[in-house]
């Protein structure tokens, strides 16, 4: 019999593989939805701020010249004042909330603040508050802040992470107990990227009796949610990270219907009253979530959102998430095989099922590395002390190819020791 010779198929390389990638992506497309007024910059902050929809751009100018000039105060009754609460049941299917109980209103921190007042409330006889070192500083603050608010009734005990990337389900079910009023985790940790079993966290308070209060900031539109199937009780979250609705927009809270009736806003603004409009002296809260309005709505900021949650309608969160995974497991292989060596040490979980939307990438050079990718060579990071950079990846806008070019271009910074020509003091945003 005749041997054939073996060919050997040349190795694939990493920029074609990405190539290949980016040809089989069904969300490819969804990048030509945004506003790209530099095609070279490389985007890896989407998890702080989204980029800007083409649709909310022309949402925008149309409110502009036709609600706000020509429509004047007329616009409240042609769809301004509905605003927060349609807004809030596009978001609710992202987070797996039936309708009637989600809105818009406020920044996280103040919905945080309306929520965490609301949920020890219901909980008087019960002196805890379990959280975690992973919870983002303002939800901490908050809590302190309501404790204090409270007569310094209770006590907020966090559970720490060992290794500073993961926090086990265990740990955190072990430290809720028949004391504890109320359990708030960041579902996604804003450093390491760690993702908590919303499920199981959420049973375990029920049963020991808790109220769980879920923050969804780095979150919503990257990892599916489900809030309902968890028995969850309160939910809080951005909107200007993967949901891309613009700086400073407003941002969403949720609150289930099986306690709606017995919260109450510790902000009693004329929005969240039954009727604003009777000018009534006495204040009665609205039925349901709506009462947790505060008062008027920034209609400019919500025009903005609208459109942007569209694409996530239309792409689905199920391809979206599957694409973030994709897009982490195809930036870890360049990770080990090209940035170790430069001295790079993986801050987040390797398990993509513990792992939100983002890769956080350990240097003891990381701030001035940062400061580099931003200057030098156009790629958009961010910063966390003391020494993370974060990589977003957005899956309805960043592309594989264009992940492997900032492994390139993160590989010259080191390389050529452009970071030392910047200092190691720190802007006052990072
Ligand atoms: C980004 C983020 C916030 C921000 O809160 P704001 O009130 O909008 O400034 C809060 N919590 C988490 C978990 C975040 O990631």
Same mark, same amino acid.
Request: charged fraction near 25%; proline fraction near 7%; include cysteine.
């Given at each position: ?309 569209? &694409?996530?309608? @239309?792409? /689905?969160?199920? $391809?979206?998430? +599957? ?7 195809? !930036?870890?292989? %360049? ?37 580099? &990718?931003?200057? @030098?060579? /156009?790629?958009? $990071?961010?910063? +966390? ?7 977003? !990846?957005?899956? %309805? ?34």
């Amino acid at each position: 019999m005749e041997r054939r010779p073996t060919k050997r198929e040349p190795a694939e390389s990493d920029l074609d593989r990405a190539r290949r990638l980016d040809a089989a992506d069904p969300l490819a497309p969804f990048r030509s939805r945004f506003v790209l007024p530099d095609p070279s910059l490389i985007y890896l902050d989407g998890n702080s701020l989204g980029r800007l929809p083409t649709a909310s751009a022309a949402r925008l100018q149309q409110e502009i010249q036709q609600e706000w000039a020509e429509q004047l105060i007329r616009g409240w009754n042609r769809g301004w004042y509905e605003a927060p609460e349609r807004i809030g049941e596009r978001i609710a299917p992202l987070i797996g909330a039936a309708p009637g109980q989600v809105v818009v209103s406020d920044s996280t921190s103040v919905n945080l603040y309306k929520l965490v007042h609301a949920a020890l409330a219901l909980r008087p006889d019960r002196h805890r508050i379990v959280s975690s070192t992973f919870n983002f500083p303002t939800d901490l603050y908050v809590v302190q802040g309501c404790i204090a608010a409270a007569g310094h009734r209770h006590r907020l005990d966090l559970v720490a992470s060992e290794d500073e990337i993961h926090l086990p389900t265990e740990e955190v079910i072990a430290a809720i107990d028949e004391e504890t009023a109320l359990v708030t985790l960041s579902h996604v940790a804003f450093k390491s990227g760690f993702l908590h079993d919303g499920a199981r966290i959420s049973a375990a308070a029920r049963e020991a009796g808790a109220l769980i209060l879920w923050d969804l900031s780095h979150s919503v539109g990257a990892v599916p949610v489900d809030l309902d199937g968890w028995g969850a009780d309160m939910a809080v979250g951005c909107t200007y990270k993967y949901l891309n609705g613009g700086p400073g927009a407003p941002a969403f809270l949720y609150v289930a219907h099986a306690i709606q009736a017995a919260c109450r806003s510790p902000i009693q603004g004329w929005f969240g009253q039954q009727a604003p409009f009777d000018f009534d002296l006495a204040y009665h809260p609205a039925p349901g979530v709506r009462r947790f309005l505060v008062g008027t709505p920034p209609v400019l900021s919500l025009a903005a959102i609208e459109p942007a949650l569209d &694409l996530h309608h @239309e792409a /689905g969160m199920e $391809p979206i998430r +599957r694409k973030s995974v994709a897009l982490s497991e195809f !930036l870890l292989d %360049l990770f080990d095989r090209r940035l170790v060596p430069l001295g790079f040490s993986l801050g987040s979980p390797r398990n993509a099922d513990h792992r939100g939307s983002h890769l956080s990438l350990r240097h003891s050079d990381a701030y001035r590395i940062c400061r580099a &990718l931003i200057e @030098e060579v /156009g790629v958009l $990071p961010d910063f +966390r002390a003391p020494d993370h950079i974060r990589l977003g !990846l957005a899956p %309805l806008y960043l592309g594989f190819e264009q992940l492997h070019e900032a492994v390139v271009r993160l590989e010259q910074v080191v390389r050529e020791d452009l970071h030392l020509r910047y200092p190691s003091a720190r802007l006052s945003v990072t």
